[in-house]
C-alpha cells in the first residue's frame, strides 16, 4: 500500500527530466527539445510565472497559507527560474493554480497547466482531524511536505513509481497515468516517489528532481530580471468622480521609471524599485499639492491609494 498520505482523489504523472546538454531555457527550446524526451508534455506550462490564488475554502489566518508558501518557494521556486505569483484570494476569473483546503485527502485536480483557472485545482489538508490525524501534532512539517508533493503534480510531474525501470517492489504502488517523457534515472529519493524511505523525500528536492525541473522551467534567475520591458497599466478609482490614469512603465532589473498621464494631459514621471518578489518599493507620485498616489502590490497587479480619490486598482501588462 501507498503511505496513507499519498493516497490521492486524483492521480497524476509525469517523470522527471534532465536538462538536454547545450539547450538554451527558453520558452522555444524547451518546446523544440528532442522527440525522444518522454514526459506529458501537454501539461508543461510554458510561462515561468504560475498565478496562484486561495479558494474561500482555505482558512484565512494566513499561518498555515505562510507555510505552503514558504515551502514552495525554498524547492520549485529556489531551483529554478519558476515565480508563483499573487497569493491571495482568487477571484471568480482567477487563473493559475487554485488552491483550496478540507479535511480530505490533499490532491490535484489535473496535472501541469491542466489546473490552469480550475476551482479547488489543487486542495490542501490544514487540519488533520479525519483524514491523517497522525498528521495533527505535526501539522506545519505535513503541510509543507505534502506543498512540495502536490505542487510537483501541477507543474506536470508525477510517481516515479510509476516508471517501467523503477524496481518490480516499487511498482506495485504505481497510481495513475504514466507519462510520456522520461530521461532521468529513476530515483528512489524523488519528492514523487511513494517509495522514498524518506516521506516524500521530508519535502526536500532531490538532484534528479531539481535537474528534471530546470530541463523545463529554467535555471534561477535574478528575480527581477524576468520583468526586463515595456509595461502599460490604467490606475481605476473607487471614487467614482476620479477619471482613469494612464501609466507606463520601463523595468531594468530592479530600477523601475515611468510616466503617469492624466485625462486632462498632465504628464507625471515616476521612480521605483522592485524587490525579490517584484514588489514596488517607493512607487508614489503627487498630481497636485493634496493628491499623493501611491501604488501597493507586485509590478502584475495591486492597489492604488490616492488621498484624492482614494483606494482603486491596476494590472499591468508587459507590451
Not at 482567477?94 to 490532491?107: E, K, V, Y
Not at 516524500?200 to 530541463?215: H, K, R, T, V, Y
Amino acid at each position: 500500500m501507498a503511505p496513507a498520505w499519498l493516497q490521492r482523489v486524483v492521480t497524476l504523472t509525469v517523470l522527471l527530466v534532465l536538462p538536454v546538454a547545450g539547450r538554451a531555457q527558453t520558452h522555444e527550446s524547451r518546446m523544440a527539445c528532442p522527440e525522444q524526451l518522454v514526459g506529458l508534455r501537454s501539461t508543461i506550462w510554458t510561462t515561468v510565472d504560475i498565478p496562484v490564488c486561495w479558494e474561500a475554502s482555505a482558512p484565512a489566518d494566513g499561518q498555515e497559507r505562510t507555510w505552503v508558501r514558504s515551502a514552495v518557494q525554498a524547492t520549485w521556486e529556489k531551483h529554478s527560474a519558476l515565480r508563483f505569483t499573487g497569493w491571495e484570494g482568487c477571484s471568480a476569473s482567477s487563473r493559475g493554480i487554485r488552491m483550496g483546503s478540507a479535511d480530505i485527502n490533499p490532491h490535484t485536480k489535473g496535472m501541469g497547466n491542466q489546473l490552469d483557472g480550475n476551482p479547488e485545482g489543487m486542495m490542501h489538508n490544514f487540519t488533520f482531524e479525519a483524514w491523517s490525524p497522525n498528521c495533527r501534532q505535526r501539522r506545519e512539517e505535513c503541510i509543507r511536505t505534502i506543498a512540495v508533493h502536490e505542487f510537483g503534480h501541477a507543474l506536470g510531474f508525477a510517481h516515479e513509481q510509476n516508471r517501467s525501470d523503477a524496481p518490480d517492489w516499487c511498482q506495485a504502488e504505481a497510481q495513475g497515468t504514466s507519462g510520456d517523457i522520461n530521461i532521468t534515472p529513476y530515483d528512489l529519493h524523488s519528492v514523487m516517489n511513494y517509495c522514498n524511505p524518506k516521506w516524500a523525500g521530508n519535502g526536500q528536492l532531490s538532484a534528479e528532481d531539481i535537474a528534471g525541473l530546470q530541463a523545463w522551467y529554467g535555471r534561477p534567475q535574478a528575480a527581477t530580471a524576468r520583468f526586463d520591458g515595456t509595461w502599460q497599466a490604467t490606475l481605476t478609482y473607487s471614487d467614482r468622480t476620479c477619471v482613469a490614469d494612464a501609466v507606463s512603465l520601463t523595468v531594468r532589473g530592479a530600477q523601475v521609471q515611468g510616466r503617469v498621464q492624466t485625462p486632462a494631459g498632465q504628464v507625471v514621471e515616476i521612480a521605483a524599485t522592485l524587490d525579490q518578489e517584484a514588489r514596488f518599493e517607493g512607487l508614489q507620485f503627487r498630481l497636485n499639492p493634496r493628491d499623493l498616489v501611491t501604488l501597493r502590490g507586485r509590478l502584475t497587479g495591486g492597489m492604488v491609494h490616492s488621498t484624492d480619490c482614494g483606494c482603486g486598482q491596476y494590472t499591468f501588462t508587459k507590451q
